[in-house]
């Protein structure tokens, strides 16, 4: 059994770039969520996807944007990137979405994203 | 206020000490709640999972929810220098998406 894997480590990119990161879910995972952590900070909720519908979305703005693959692989897209955007961004992978799951979450290591 | 609050610390504890962490949260909404440890330049792990109100021991972990009190805890028994990080509450709601809200963390430094 493979865990959640993410790509690239480490990016830096300048104010008004988009980016895209992208993440692996654990096998056998339907469910995948993104979360951005500033330094110093806990994550904090981006959506989640769950099989590739977005199924929840925390305060972040449309620029914000996801997908989900068949494979339940998933990408984070950011346009116009802004300075603030600068933080660790985790995806974290989970069984289901409905009532009957543990809702337990499985993170990967993140990607460290640099605007500058 | 944030829904979730959590004491940054730093705490410093000597090797073999009991550790106590904890958070307060807003939302009675709330009936999942995790504790995660996250090592420097590291995803969070999850360390405990508890569901509704309640006890859960994991080895030298054991977690305590008092929803009446909108409080959680986090003891570490005998601690070690490798228990040295980061460790953030967790917790979400039954509906919403299972939007999962973090404290900001307690960094925990274990002198040997």
């Known amino acids: 059994e493979t865990g959640v894997t993410q790509s690239p480590t480490h990016l830096i990119k300048t104010r008004g770039q988009q980016v895209t990161l992208r993440c692996s879910s654990q096998?056998?995972?339907?469910?995948v969520s993104w979360y951005q952590q500033a330094l110093g900070q806990g994550p904090q909720f981006i959506f989640q996807y769950y099989r590739e519908e977005e199924n929840g979305r925390g305060n972040f703005p449309p620029r914000f944007s996801g997908l989900q693959f068949p494979n339940y692989s998933s990408e984070l897209n950011v346009n116009a990137l802004e300075l603030d955007d600068s933080a660790l961004y985790l995806c974290?992978?989970?069984?289901?979405?409905?009532?009957?799951?543990?809702?337990?979450?499985?993170f990967g290591p993140g990607t460290r994203l640099t605007v500058l | 206020q944030k829904e979730v609050e959590q004491d940054p610390g730093p705490l410093s504890v000597p090797e073999g000490a009991i550790v106590s962490l904890n958070c307060t949260y807003s939302n009675s909404a709330f009936q999942y709640f995790m504790w995660y440890r996250q090592y420097s330049r590291k995803g969070p792990e999850l360390l405990m999972y508890t569901y509704s109100s309640g006890n859960k021991e994991d080895g030298r972990f054991t977690a305590q929810v008092d929803k009446s009190s909108k409080y959680i805890s986090l003891f570490i028994r005998d601690s070690q220098p490798s228990d040295s990080a980061t460790y953030l509450c967790?917790?979400?709601?039954?509906?919403?998406?299972?939007?999962?809200?973090f404290g900001a963390g307690t960094r925990l430094f274990v002198k040997a």
């Open positions: 967790a917790m979400s709601a039954l509906r919403g998406g299972f939007k999962t809200i």
């Open positions: 974290a992978s989970s069984l289901g979405a409905g009532v009957s799951t543990t809702n337990e979450q499985f």
């Open positions: 096998s056998g995972h339907n469910t």
